[in-house]
């Protein structure tokens, strides 16, 4: 059954790809959130994959992960910082999850023989998963951002299932914004709204007609532009909004409600606009614009070529720097460059911080190796996530221990001091899709450490892990022993979860992924540490 009181905003994009449709969709669950408003929002991808956990990042940016353990969509991460408000597994679906969920139920039988089509079939899988995130958070408004550009084959279901819950829940109950760019020629000095108006035009001949239009420019939007899109589209004036270029991606909510966005989306949708209560998020816009120095943090990843690959960790680290009055400089290296120790050198030389993210595969792994060796040797604050905290072990069992071909059962199996492994439990031959660990987990906090002490003395925390290999308790013992302590443990023990480095003025290596649950108003505690760190040992 419909719960009608739940009201629907659907956003979609035209022309061109990365308009920051998810930034739009993140902007108004703040602005509608700081109106009093319990929101959700979900994200409909049309590819066939299950899930983005074995698409390579190069193609699509991180993959971001939620509580619960869903491989999501990396805009799924601006909802959550912008919103501050956790996502689950109703949060984002793709085209390979409706099919894999149809044929599985083909195969039982549960069709009873029917002929299996689009429609009704495919809509109403879609449309079952668009009501079921607003169940599950008790959402008074749900916002979802189908993603793509219309005209696109594969968004073509989505776009009907879209189209029939508005005509389920009724005109007073759901919305449609229509992300477009607005195109300027220097040639000839003129502003283009034709595309827009194809876009449109492609929409409505899918049954949608937008009742807001967010046009996309570097710059500001004349009166008579609005005007001529309001007239030639079929929408209000004041339903065409400018969604300008920002200075600081934060900045995006207020910049939106200067042309009264959550307002208008409430007075469409028959909500009571309440008082937009703004004063919480610019206090954190005016800690931004207060920010005197930097810090360079050196970045060593295998996927740097796209910054979206890490995309949660340098909002992390932006957030870090909001905490502690500063701006961090991000240099992205690519860490198949580090070859050697005289590369890693020069290549990391004047950086206030060394951060050694997640990944997958040998390629480039022993250049993160040489990177956490460096800041190691050369008592430069180190924060390494995930793999980050695996190349750490290795550096330190061939360095300390003496163990020089020590390294990861991912990356030699024939190696005779494999100090990372898959735990007995998981060496069958695994699909590489959903096996891992996956979620919040309970991490427990060795008392007196360092990363105790950065989380304010707490006896157990819950982070959201994304990894399959761990650490190989056989070398726990000596590691300790030799000064690599170990500083987080699942309740039990049993798995190592982080290390620190005994003497070194900031040396945490974490197994799991703390960037997921940093907020800009709520920097993620190992963040904000690291940061700090990187101030007072080099700029003291």
């Given amino acids: 059954m419909i719960e009608m009181e739940t009201k629907y905003v659907f956003i979609t994009g035209g022309v061109i790809s990365g308009l920051g449709k998810g930034i739009t969709a993140a902007s108004l669950g703040r602005l509608l959130k700081n109106r009093g408003y319990k929101v959700a929002a979900q994200k409909l991808d049309p590819y066939l994959n299950i899930d983005p956990g074995t698409m390579s990042p190069y193609q699509h940016g991180e993959v971001f992960v939620t509580e619960d353990g869903a491989e999501a969509d990396l805009d799924l991460g601006h909802y959550e910082r912008f919103i501050d408000e956790n996502l689950n597994r109703f949060s984002n679906l793709t085209t390979g999850k409706v099919y894999w969920t149809l044929l599985n139920k083909e195969r039982r039988g549960d069709y009873l023989g029917s002929t299996v089509q689009v429609i009704p079939h495919v809509t109403d899988e879609i449309k079952t998963f668009l009501y079921a995130v607003g169940r599950a958070a008790g959402a008074d408004v749900v916002i979802t951002e189908v993603g793509g550009t219309v005209g696109d084959i594969e968004s073509q279901p989505f776009l009907e299932a879209i189209r029939q819950v508005a005509a389920e829940v009724g005109p007073r109950n759901r919305v449609f914004l229509h992300v477009t760019p607005l195109f300027y020629v220097p040639r000839s000095g003129e502003v283009k709204t034709k595309p827009t108006q194809h876009s449109v035009k492609e929409l409505q001949s899918a049954g949608i007609a937008p009742d807001l239009i967010i046009l996309r420019s570097d710059g500001p939007v004349e009166e008579a532009v609005r005007e001529k899109i309001a007239l030639f589209c079929n929408v209000k004036k004041d339903c065409v909004i400018p969604n300008r270029s920002v200075e600081e991606l934060y900045e995006a909510p207020v910049m939106l409600e200067e042309a009264h966005l959550s307002q208008i989306v409430c007075r469409e949708l028959d909500l009571d606009?309440?008082?937009?209560?703004?004063?919480?998020?610019?206090?954190?816009?005016?800690?931004?614009?207060?920010?005197?120095?930097?810090?360079?943090?050196?970045?060593?990843?295998?996927?740097?070529?796209?910054h979206d690959a890490y995309l949660s960790v340098a909002e992390a680290l932006a957030h870090g720097g909001y905490h502690n009055g500063v701006a961090v400089k991000i240099r992205w290296l690519e860490s198949e460059d580090l070859a050697d120790e005289a590369a890693a050198e020069q290549a990391l030389a004047g950086a206030d911080g060394i951060l050694v993210p997640g990944g997958f595969g040998s390629r480039g792994v022993e250049g993160k190796i040489l990177a956490a060796r460096y800041a190691r040797t050369h008592k430069v604050p180190y924060l390494g996530i995930c793999l980050g905290m695996q190349t750490a072990v290795i550096s330190f069992a061939r360095d300390v221990l003496g163990l020089a071909d020590a390294n990861s059962g991912e990356f030699a199996l024939e190696s005779p001091h494999k100090v990372i492994d898959l735990l007995p439990d998981q060496r069958e031959d695994l699909p590489k899709g959903g096996t891992m660990r996956l979620g919040a987990y309970p991490c427990r906090l060795a008392p007196g450490t360092k990363l105790s002490q950065v989380y304010g003395g707490a006896a157990q925390v819950a982070e959201r892990h994304r990894h399959r290999y761990e650490f190989v308790n056989t070398y726990r013992a000596p590691m300790e022993a030799a000064g690599l302590r170990v500083a987080g443990t699942s309740p039990d023990g049993s798995l190592v979860e982080a290390v620190e480095l005994t003497g070194h003025p900031f040396y945490l290596g974490v197994q799991y992924h703390p960037e997921f649950k940093s907020r800009p108003g709520k920097a993620h505690p190992l963040f904000a540490a690291f940061v700090r760190a990187c101030l007072e040992v080099n700029h003291p």
Avoid: C, H, S
């Avoid at 008082?275 to 740097?304: C, F, N, Q």
């Fill in 273 to 306: 606009p309440r008082i937009l209560d703004m004063g919480e998020w610019e206090a954190m816009l005016a800690r931004i614009r207060a920010r005197k120095g930097t810090v360079t943090v050196a970045l060593v990843g295998k996927y740097v070529r796209l």
